[in-house]
T-cell receptor
């Protein structure tokens, strides 16, 4: 069946550090891939998406590239800010269902 | 500001009570969803409505009863819940059920069962 695996957290970084959160998936067919972010006390917000191989999604300085050959969709940001502290979920959509990874909690130190 | 509005934000109820969670969106979306999220876990899909008809029920116990009165509203009726049903209940909507359509989430209702 379909599944999403993302790196275990929590991840703690200093402000302005480079961020990578790894995400790999298993799916039949050609799923769409998403990163969602959840701030404390809130619902999930779409951060970025990619709907086909080699697409690059980007938003607010975050980027992720749909790599079919490695079945990966790693999230990157060149310089993180304290305000990026949140839980990040990698997800795939296939057959009208979203499957989420387990989530990675990110904390940024000033 | 979220474009999907959920009420109430918090709800405490006993195991014999009947209550309802409400969700509203005015983006013209035709697919709406209910999720359950336990602490430090990802959301789990409960129900999917497409064009106001129930299309997916993820084997949810009958004490949870969804309703979609019109294309903007989604309700979740609760009856005889158990303590393990305490969780954050999230509503989401998308333009339709195509896989490339992202879902827009509300901020959820935090439910506590006494």
């Amino acid at each position: 069946g379909n599944s999403v695996t993302q790196m275990e957290g929590p991840v703690t970084l200093s402000e302005e550090a480079f961020l990578t959160i790894n995400c790999t998936y298993t799916a039949t067919g050609y799923p769409s891939l998403f990163w969602y972010v959840q701030y404390p006390g809130e619902g999930l917000q779409l951060l970025l998406k990619a709907t086909k191989a080699d697409d690059k999604g980007s938003n607010k300085g975050f980027e992720a590239t749909y790599r079919k050959e490695t079945t990966s969709f790693h999230l990157e940001k060149g310089s993180v800010q304290v305000s990026d502290s949140a839980v990040y979920f990698c997800a795939l959509s296939s057959a009208s269902k979203i499957i989420f990874g387990s989530g990675t909690r990110l904390s940024i130190r000033p | 500001d979220t474009e999907v509005t959920q009420t109430p934000k918090h709800l405490v109820m006993g195991m014999t009570n009947k209550k309802s969670l409400k969700c509203e969106q005015h983006m013209g979306h035709r697919a709406m969803y209910w999720y359950k999220q336990k602490a430090k876990k990802p959301p789990e899909l409960m129900f999917v409505y497409s064009y106001e008809k129930l299309s997916i029920n993820e084997s949810v116990p009958s004490r949870f009863s969804p309703e979609c009165p019109n294309s903007s509203l989604l309700n979740l009726h609760l009856h005889a819940l158990q303590p393990e049903d305490s969780a954050l209940y999230l509503c989401a909507s998308s333009q339709d059920r195509r896989d490339n359509q992202p879902q827009h989430f509300g901020d959820g209702t935090r439910l506590s069962i006494l």
